[in-house]
């Protein structure tokens, strides 16, 4: 593993656009890939034995006499090996080697269950792919059109500099549980003191799995992503439909019959009927959550277990991280949270902020072409992320954060010239609002605390689901937002004079009053469970909630205020526009409160109810 040096610096927001690598030539032929099944031996504490279907992609005139550098690839949660065919062939037109596999559990008849990409399991067992690649003979591998075995010399050695055996010049890449699984190769490449991995390009990927399927943001450890953190004490809010679809238990039909799986004792048959090939601890810790309506601790000790947060002292890989603005999966913060720890432990790496993610999976023109890497804004900067950590050319990456504008992109149609670079996160700096009024209508966002009328808005919550509604998690975000009367509370600024840009996550800190939730000394069950969200208002009332993005939590002290920290977001409140925070009493894409609660909030002397955001303009 070649070692890398880094300076960090303040953050100061630069101009949009980076200057990045020229495209190179195209080849003329795709790669003919070798399928290939590879042994793993000694998986977990079960010492299990994997096979691993792998496709072996080796670039025309790459050989042992000129070997070139290589990529570990897997798919995402569901997918299978063809899922990196376009990005093993743009690269291997670049000279890389490719080897592609389907992670473990994905292949019918896998002996080796889903692992939700641990260390112990799936780290395990990437390790020994890096070893096959750095061309280690122990590792069995065998053509499967063929039947012989396969030995590879083709790749870039590095054992003589850095005293490692079978250490290849190698990175991986690959998106959501084709990242994380590259979180956790590095870590058990690292404890095990043997750094064969060079560098990895993680995309959409949670920090903590815990916080990804069942949120809490108002208990976040110093109140925010930004403390290098988002795993927070106690029980979150179950985010029932995105569990469902992001452990593939089995095929929805339909918006319908995923919202019919709201009802606990539905959702128990189902999971029941398809859990299909996972270690039993990933279906028990849904089934509980999903009838009771709260994570134990174990279970939300299981979940963390499988997650970068968890071992990410181990992670001294350089990691270029992008994450997805239009993503209710895994959001923004996740990713603050990760950049935030690996920046501060001194691992070289870049946060992006991209336009896509799993609830929009299409990149804009010009942003990510994985056929044809360089000639995308990403994939050039993948490709300079790679050639300079994996072989020292170029110069190197700078490690920065930088963010996709989708106001810019409307004027300008270039993907480059809609991205902003900043130093370091966060960006901008922080304006305050004060919640003002109340009462029938919508209470107000005034810029003076002094100017604050008093007021009291309330509503109730309905158990256990809803009625509001913000998505149905990636199969539909078309349906407008809706808040049904005497279910949520908004409070709104009046029609804005010039744009308002929102680069990060905004703080929402309020004093709620619901007695029904006085119960809640006997744990989640009776703890009041809140929505929080920020609505762009168009001057004909039409509602756009950013990306669908939302900050459920679970308050458990109601005698006491209590700071939300919103979804991160990059978006831009036009002028005559208004910008709004909403608290809701629920949402159909979640578990919320297991009873009824009556809300208020009130405004004036005494009661601090404030909004910050932070703004670049």
Request: charged share 15%.
């Amino acid at each position: 593993m070649r070692r890398a040096a880094t300076v960090l610096t303040t953050c100061t927001l630069l101009a949009a656009g980076t200057a990045v690598l020229a495209p190179a030539a195209s080849a003329a032929t795709d790669i003919v890939p070798r399928d290939l099944t590879i042994t793993v031996t000694h998986v977990g504490p079960e010492d299990r034995t994997c096979q691993i279907d792998a496709d072996l992609y080796v670039p025309a005139g790459v050989t042992a006499a000129h070997p070139g550098p290589a990529l570990l690839a897997t798919n995402g949660f569901g997918g299978t090996k063809a899922d990196q065919a376009d990005l093993a062939q743009g690269f291997g037109e670049r000279g890389y080697v490719t080897l592609s596999y389907t992670g473990l559990g994905f292949v019918d008849g896998d002996t080796c269950p889903i692992t939700l990409d641990d260390r112990e399991h799936d780290g395990a067992a990437a390790s020994q792919l890096l070893r096959f690649l750095g061309g280690d003979p122990s590792i069995t591998a065998v053509d499967d059109a063929t039947g012989q075995p396969v030995h590879v010399d083709q790749v870039i050695r590095q054992d003589a500099t850095t005293g490692t055996p079978y250490d290849p010049a190698v990175g991986m890449v690959g998106g959501s549980y084709g990242g994380q699984i590259q979180f956790a190769t590095a870590a058990y490449e690292h404890e095990a003191g043997t750094d064969r991995l060079d560098a990895i390009v993680p995309m959409i990927t949670w920090n903590d799995l815990a916080y990804s399927l069942d949120p809490e943001n108002s208990g976040l450890p110093g109140g925010t992503a930004r403390s290098g953190s988002v795993s927070y004490g106690g029980s979150g809010v179950f985010k029932y439909q995105w569990s469902l679809l992001f452990t593939t238990l089995g095929v929805v039909n339909g918006v319908e019959d995923l919202q019919a799986l709201s009802d606990p004792a539905k959702f128990q048959t189902f999971v029941n009927d398809n859990c299909g090939n996972f270690d039993p601890p990933v279906c028990q810790a849904l089934l509980e959550i999903g009838t009771q309506g709260y994570a134990s601790q174990a279970s939300i000790d299981y979940l963390r277990s499988n997650s970068v947060a968890s071992y990410i002292s181990d992670v001294r890989v350089p990691t270029f991280l992008a994450q997805g603005q239009a993503d209710t999966l895994f959001n923004l913060q996740e990713s603050v949270a990760t950049y935030t720890t690996l920046k501060q432990q001194g691992t070289p790496v870049a946060l992006q902020w991209q336009s896509w993610g799993h609830s929009g999976s299409t990149p804009v023109p010009g942003e990510l072409d994985e056929r044809h890497p360089a000639s995308s804004y990403q994939g050039r900067l993948a490709i300079q992320w790679f050639d300079h950590y994996l072989l020292g050319k170029g110069p190197a990456p700078k490690l920065n954060f930088s963010y996709f504008r989708d106001w810019v992109y409307a004027a300008t149609g270039d993907a480059a010239k809609a991205y902003a670079t900043a130093p370091c996160y966060p960006v901008g700096s922080q304006r305050t609002l004060y919640l003002s009024g109340g009462g029938p209508g919508d209470g107000t966002l005034v810029d003076r605390q002094a100017a604050v009328v008093p007021g009291t808005s309330a509503y109730s919550s309905v158990a256990p689901v809803g009625p509001n509604y913000t998505e149905t998690s990636a199969l539909d975000q078309s349906q407008p937002v809706t808040d049904p009367p005497g279910t949520a509370i908004r409070f709104a600024t009046a029609p804005l004079t010039k744009p308002l840009d929102v680069v990060g996550s905004g703080q929402l800190t309020v004093q709620l009053d619901s007695p029904a939730a006085l119960t809640q000394s006997a744990g989640p069950a009776g703890q009041l469970v809140v929505f929080a969200k920020l609505y762009d208002i168009g001057p004909d009332g039409a509602i756009e909630l950013p990306h669908r993005v939302i900050s459920p939590a679970r308050i458990t002290d109601v005698t006491q205020p209590v700071t939300i920290e919103l979804p991160g977001i990059v978006h831009r409140f036009l002028p005559g526009h208004r910008l709004a925070v909403v608290l809701a009493g629920g949402d159909l894409a979640y578990r919320g409160s297991t009873a009824p609660q009556p809300v208020t909030l009130t405004t004036g002397a005494g009661h601090v109810q404030q909004l910050t955001l932070p703004v670049t303009s």
